[in-house]
DNA sequence: AGGCAAGATGACACCGGTTACCATTCCGGG
DNA sequence: CCCGGAATGGTAACCGGTGTCATCTTGCCT
């Protein structure tokens, strides 16, 4: 310690005069304890600057302090918004975040996945949409011994715990605002098949024309991949449709963008002959022309929470959350001309 | 290990016969071992499905395997396309990503990332833009033993390694294929004071001017946040200005959205009024109308030598690198209007 | 056959914490 | 005045690896 090593436990005991065990009673804030030795091992430890061995600590407690952040990349601002929300629980604790993009088609993914968490003995991991949709990976996490949470759209689920977001509802709550807006002529671009997101915001279009009054009419309906040239295919056919829609619900933004220049690209002008509402507030959002009408989840938050699930015992920790979506009012919704007229 | 608990190099050893001493030697490909012996340990190792424990291993080599990426979010996109890029060189070693968003603006920064990296016991960390430009901070994570890498744009450093794209250059090509379109009037929307990447650009934004035989106008000049917002208001300045720009360079992505709903609201045509070039080429730059001639720079294949630079010893990885930029030409950009007339 | 260097393996302490368990001190109550 | 129990601190072993150094084989040379 005196040679520009790191000072250790033992070099606070003998400075102050106690056992390692007094020391790490106190670092472990024993209660019984008395407070002249507290203080005085205390004071030590500040005038070393000692910091406990996490490593250390980790082999002797068998277990450490590394949560583990598995996704595949679905949009950029969703995965470091998630990861802000994360720190914002564990800023002040001693766990650490470790971070693994990983390729949902890779044939190896489940087992580059469980190497990734043996290797660094993850003490709990989150999933984030699309894998966290992966029954398989989450029973594999749990199976290696580490709690799991999932993030994703509302969904009960047995063993791992879940935070989600109200799709359904939300997107629901979009369309009942076109309706509000007078139209009734409603396209829709749904997510690709097989995405437990892409369902969710499907039945909440399917439930708000209804609650509209409105028929859905497969003509104008189309699915994309989530990516931005599906949509501007979708858009397309939507658009080429014998009837066309005067407004269009798409499952995320980046399709909401892709629209948008199909729409362009035609002639036509949004919000004027079309009004467009996307899902997810990404950045880009607020910054195509017009702004983006578009439903926001609140991420951090959900990730935040989600990451207190991880690292706090206890049941109620097991129940899942369900966060509530606002829709963001801007420019590319719009009533449906020559409806005031009516 | 019978019971459930996960095998150690202890079983290992008992089952094969011989000493930790051995099974250690294998998992290390040691050199000096018989053919033989190695191939039994080997057998009961895949046998067992033994892992071997980082966190022993760590208290033992008195290091560990964990890389920090220490940040302030300028740009998902970007952070994102450097965790990929990280991993990609991590991928299949045994060092894992740790990530810490923090706040630039907290007066307590440097103590908090500093009480990261001791309670961690970082092996190396990596700095981005624009914490990047922080030489105390650069400094004193140096001085807490870990190696550093710094991303950033170009500028010889004494210490810390460091990984650059080459802004300057980049820059003065763009404005030379302005010029080349036959633009003489072009604007300039500088990043913010302080900033090193802002001042890069600048300089680039001079010497292009130079190269193509025009005088910057200070009036078509005007600085932002690298914000949207700020890229509208600069752009307000700049279209009412007497002689206002044919084109405009701004010198990132946000603020050229900024800049194009600028144009918009005073009912101009983009590009055929007014032709705009961006940086970083992010998500948004592919999705706005008209898509957006941008610069691109190498995320990734940055942050992957980054990393490697950061785990592989040797004085080769001391040296700067410096990566080109390539213009990516899309719609935004177009001839000046009247020019092939001339 | 003897000597010896090189190769292969093992014994043991140690990294920096933790726990199990024991020893001491200090009480109050009978 | 003695004893039991709480409060406090110490000792040793352990977590699962690694380094050092000693030991035991070999093969080869003279």
Redesign the interface.
Same mark, same amino acid.
């Given at each position: 310690m005196a040679n520009g090593q790191k000072p250790t436990i033992n070099d606070v005991a003998r400075l102050s005069g106690v056992s390692k065990k007094t020391v790490s009673r106190v670092i472990n804030k024993s209660p019984l304890l008395n407070d002249a030795t507290r203080g005085k091992v205390e004071a030590v430890i500040a005038q070393l600057g000692y /910091?406990p061995? #996490?490593?250390?600590r980790? #082999?002797a407690l068998r277990r450490?302090f590394?949560l583990g952040l598995i996704h595949d990349?679905p949009n950029?601002?969703m /995965? #470091?918004g998630v990861?802000?929300g994360i720190?914002d629980t564990i800023?002040a604790t001693?766990f650490? #975040? /470790? /971070?693994?993009?990983v390729d949902r088609h890779s044939p190896t993914l489940l087992d580059d996945i469980r190497?990734?968490i043996?290797?660094?003995?993850l003490y709990g991991v989150m999933l984030l949409p699309p894998i966290s949709e992966n029954d398989n990976l989450a029973r594999m996490c749990l199976d290696l011994g580490c709690t799991v949470v999932r993030m994703g759209s509302a969904r009960l689920d047995e063993d791992a715990r879940l935070v989600a977001s109200n799709d359904r509802q939300a997107v629901s709550e979009a369309v009942a605002w076109l309706a509000e807006l007078g139209h009734t002529r409603i396209g829709f671009i749904a997510g690709p098949e097989g995405f437990r997101s892409a369902r969710e915001r499907q039945d909440g279009f399917v439930e708000g024309m209804a609650r509209a009054g409105l028929k859905p009419d497969p003509a104008i309906m189309a699915r994309g991949t989530y990516r931005?040239e599906s949509g501007r295919a979708a858009g397309e056919q939507l658009l080429s449709a014998k009837e066309p829609p005067t407004a269009v619900f798409s499952s995320n933004d980046?399709m909401a963008?892709?629209l948008?220049?199909a729409a362009?690209e035609r002639g036509l002008d949004v919000p004027q002959d079309l009004s467009i509402i996307g899902f997810d507030d990404?950045?880009?959002a607020?910054?195509?022309?017009p702004p983006l009408t578009t439903v926001r989840w609140p991420i951090r938050t959900m990730a935040s929470t989600a990451a207190r699930k991880l690292i706090e015992p206890g049941s109620a920790a097991a129940a899942p959350s369900l966060f509530p979506s606002d829709l963001i009012r801007r420019a590319s919704a719009v009533p449906r001309p020559g409806k005031d007229a009516q």
């Open positions: /910091v061995n #996490l490593q250390a980790a #082999l450490n590394l990349n950029a601002q /995965v #470091l990861q802000e720190l800023r001693e650490a #975040l /470790v /971070v693994r993009p190497g990734f043996e290797q660094q003995r931005f980046e963008a892709g948008l220049h362009r990404t950045a880009t607020a910054h195509i022309w």
